[in-house]
């Protein structure tokens, strides 16, 4: 267990619990129109921090979805091969397109979380590393309709760098801050 993740984790969490206890209108409000919260903390102590939240956040009002488990399941549906051949022939379109939607890894990640939303939980997105490279960040997901008016907020646990004002995913691309809650 690293040290960081022992000095900082009450910290965060305590940050977290006062967040989600907001009503929707205050986090709205707060994350200029959004419905989300974005969870930042170190990169190293990624699975650390997610450990613990499965510990702090209970199944009767939050269910968690692991994006590398996600992905994995989306290949499945779609087929290894298929994949493949989509990849080669859309590139970076096959995670997420402005010209389709169907078929795209967004939007079965979109319906995972929106069945969350409809089951009356709030989505808990672990392992976002996964989308690094996608064509896609935090903020499409935090900015999609579905996600907008939910009546319940999403989480985003999000492994990164602080530099100054500045927070990095996986210490390279700048975040948005837009549509959230920044715990940092």
């Not at 450990?51 to 994006?67: H, P, V």
């Not at 290894?80 to 096959?94: H, P």
């Not at 009546?151 to 500045?166: D, R, S």
């Amino acid at each position: 267990m690293s040290s960081t993740f022992q000095i900082e984790h009450n910290r965060l969490f305590n940050m977290l619990d006062k967040a989600i206890s907001n009503d929707l209108a205050s986090i709205a409000v707060e994350a200029n129109g959004g419905r989300s919260i974005l969870f930042v903390y170190p990169m190293e102590d990624d699975d650390l921090y997610i450990a613990e939240a499965r510990n702090r956040l209970s199944s009767d009002n939050f269910s968690f979805i692991d994006l590398r488990e996600s992905f994995n399941d989306f290949i499945n549906e779609i087929g290894q091969e298929n994949f493949e051949t989509m990849r080669a022939d859309f590139g970076k379109e096959v995670y997420r397109s402005e010209n389709f939607a169907d078929g795209t890894f967004f939007e079965f990640l979109m319906q995972r979380i929106n069945a969350v939303l409809q089951a009356g939980k709030s989505p808990v997105l672990v392992h976002t590393g996964t989308i690094y490279d996608m064509g896609f960040s935090n903020i499409h997901i935090m900015e999609d309709s579905r996600v907008l008016r939910a009546k319940y907020p999403l989480i985003v646990f999000y492994p990164a760098t602080i530099e100054g004002e500045t927070i990095k995913f996986l210490g390279k691309e700048p975040a948005s801050h837009y549509r959230c809650i920044v715990i940092k």
